[in-house]
């Protein structure tokens, strides 16, 4: 699976867009990228995924660098419900699903 | 539609007594089936995962074991709890992707585990 590096934290105001980075260089060409996040005391919540092309979503834009060595995940208008563990993960070449540390999103009033 | 049932939601459990958590999918077949701890303030880790029946692969050497009877059912099972068994336990599948070996994962509602 693809090692990822996330920021550990991140505020954001409400209504403001919320712009989550991830790295993710040792990905492979044809393992996804995916992004799911956690609020508290619940189970990680599917958001978007994406290979090479940008995704949006109901939820969720995801923007992937043309490396593939990096992609943003953007909430366009965060809303205190946003304040979650986020997660992205690179991977795909064989079942393992791993989660990394993710980013804290504190989502302001 | 698919979903996800993990019971019980909540567990008290005293040192050195068993567990057994279970956890069924239903809508789908041939599901890769996960079991993830998470201890409090901590991420997910990932304690066994199963991409069909009777296939077991382990990522934690510890006290706990994992069984697939069935192709929608996982069981985590304990002989022996210790107190660092505590945590949330949940329960996630992923469809066969085919050539995509990793899908969407969908979790269950997890099981609060605390040993006492």
């Known amino acids: 699976d693809a090692k990822t590096t996330q920021p550990p934290s991140m505020d954001c105001a409400e209504g403001r867009a919320a712009n989550l980075p991830c790295n993710h260089s040792t990905i492979s060409g044809n393992e996804y990228v995916y992004w799911y996040r956690q609020i508290h005391s619940q189970g990680p919540q599917y958001i978007i995924h994406g290979l090479k092309n940008n995704e949006t979503n109901e939820m969720a834009s995801l923007i992937i660098t043309e490396d593939r060595k990096s992609s943003t995940l953007i909430l366009p208008h965060a809303t205190l419900r946003d304040t979650a563990v986020y997660y992205c993960?690179?991977?795909?070449?064989?079942?393992?699903?791993?989660f990394g540390k993710g980013t804290l999103l504190t989502v302001n009033p | 539609s698919q979903t996800i049932h993990q019971w019980p939601a909540t567990l008290v459990q005293p040192v050195g007594s068993p567990l057994s958590l279970e956890c069924t999918v239903e809508?789908?077949?041939?599901?890769?089936l996960y079991w993830y701890r998470q201890a409090a303030g901590r991420g997910l880790q990932l304690l066994f995962y199963?991409?069909?029946?009777?296939?077991i692969s382990s990522e934690v050497p510890q006290n706990l074991s994992a069984s697939r009877p069935q192709d929608r059912q996982f069981i985590l099972s304990s002989k022996k709890l210790l107190l660092s068994d505590s945590g949330f336990y949940l329960c996630a599948w992923t469809r066969d992707g085919g050539m995509v070996f990793l899908t969407e994962a969908f979790f269950g509602q997890g099981t609060r585990l605390t040993v006492v």
């Open positions: 809508g789908t077949s041939n599901p890769n």
């Open positions: 993960i690179g991977g795909g070449s064989n079942y393992k699903l791993t």
């Open positions: 199963s991409v069909g029946i009777g296939q």
